[in-house]
C-alpha cells in the first residue's frame, strides 16, 4: 500500500468514528443537559381495551400518571376526567424544547404554575372530556453554537393520553 493510500484511509476511518459519535451519547439527566436521550420503541402501544378502567388501575397498556418527563416519550398516559397532568422538558439554551403542541379531544390547557428556564418546555392540563390527546414536542439533536460541528437531527418527544 503506497504512504498516500495509507493516510487517505487512516483520514476516513478518523473521520468516521468522529461522525459516528454525533448524537449518540445518552446522558442521566432525563433529557436536560446536552446529551440525547435514546429514541423512543417504534412499536406503538396498543389502545385499551373498549370500556372503562376500574378506578386507581390503568387500562393495558397505560400508565397512570400525573407529571411527565422527556423520559416519558412514546409512553400511553390514562387519566380520568378532572385528573391534571403536568409535562416539564428540561432542555438548555443551545438545545430549547419548543412548546407542547396538543391533537385531539379531552385535554384543556391550564396554568403550568412553573418558572421556565431558557430551553424548558412546560405546560399543564386538565382532563375535561373522555378522548384521546396526543401531546408532541421536538427539540435540536446537536447544541447549535456558531464555529461548532452541528447536526440537523431532531428529538422528538410523543406521549398519547387517553382521558376515560
Partial sequence: MRPTTHRTTLALAALTLVL???GTEAGSEGG??????????SASPSPPPSGSPSPGSPSPGCTATSELDAADSGSTVCLAVGDTLRVSLDGTKSRPWKPVSTEGVGLE????????????ASSAYKAVSAGRVRLSS???LCATETGQVSCKGIQEWR???LVT
Fill in 32 to 41: 436536560g443537559g446536552d446529551t440525547v436521550s435514546p429514541p423512543p420503541s
Fill in 109 to 120: 390547557a391550564t396554568n403550568s404554575g412553573i418558572v421556565l428556564l431558557p430551553g424548558d
Fill in 138 to 140: 421536538q427539540r435540536p
Fill in 159 to 161: 406521549v398519547t393520553v
Fill in 20 to 22: 459516528a459519535g454525533c
